[in-house]
């Protein structure tokens, strides 16, 4: 009986093991995924070498999208972006900080150990989608504060809907405060933030001396108007 149970068993272990490397090759050949094998001494080295690489394939795709893009979408002109391998790796860094459903299975345990991660790209894009709509919150909330001339609001949301929509495969075209015309981000953000800051305009008050420390009293306008808010560091 104990015989039978062994055998039972063992025949088990071999049909799942067969399972889940039928499963892995079967991924390996879905073009509807991303994935990879990451090497390292330990289990939690080869799992961010694995997420590395995935996230090295998802920014080659969207240089490349974006290339295309750029291309194609632009305000009358071709426009041809080049990255190199730093950008590139900026890109995997942003990717990977906000992948979501990235399965995980260990192939071979440590020392040495390998990690197989494979992520579907319906999942990705969703990703993308997400990231999108924060972008344009961002952009909302920029011309607001800019309408309110609270500057540094402004420019803080700017700066962070230009960060995010650096590694997106599509451009995010949103209208800004003062203009009527759809822009890509990417693009036109930091040409609105170079805007804001060159048309503040400092105006020198007063000055006093106490305690062997100068005060001056300064007075900020933006396009002529007083600014609600604005920090200095």
Known sequence: MLRTNISSL?????????LAQFSIESIKNNSNYYWAEGYGVTVDEANEDALGRISS???????????????????GNKIIQHYSTTDIKKMATSVSSCLQNVEMRILKDEPDAIVFRYVLKSDVQKMFELRTQ???????????A??????????????????????????????????????DCKT???????????NIDVFFIQSSNENNRFYADLEFKYNGHDISSLQIH
């Not at 063992?10 to 067969?18: E, R, V």
């Not at 924060?134 to 607001?144: C, F, Q, Y």
């Not at 590694?167 to 759809?182: I, Q, R, S």
Request: proline letters at 3%.
């Open 10 to 18: 063992l025949i088990l272990l071999c049909s799942l093991t067969g």
């Open 57 to 75: 394939q998802i920014s080659t795709t969207i240089t490349d999208q974006i290339d295309y893009h750029s291309k194609t979408i632009s305000e």
């Open 134 to 144: 924060k972008i344009r919150d961002l952009v909302n909330a920029g011309n607001s």
């Open 146 to 183: 800019e309408k309110n001339l609270h500057l540094d609001d402004a420019l803080r949301n700017y700066y962070w809907a230009f960060m995010l929509s650096r590694a997106l495969p599509e451009p995010v075209l949103m209208t800004f405060e003062g203009d009527n015309v759809k822009r």
């Open 188 to 198: 036109h953000i930091p040409v609105k933030i170079r805007s804001i800051l060159s």
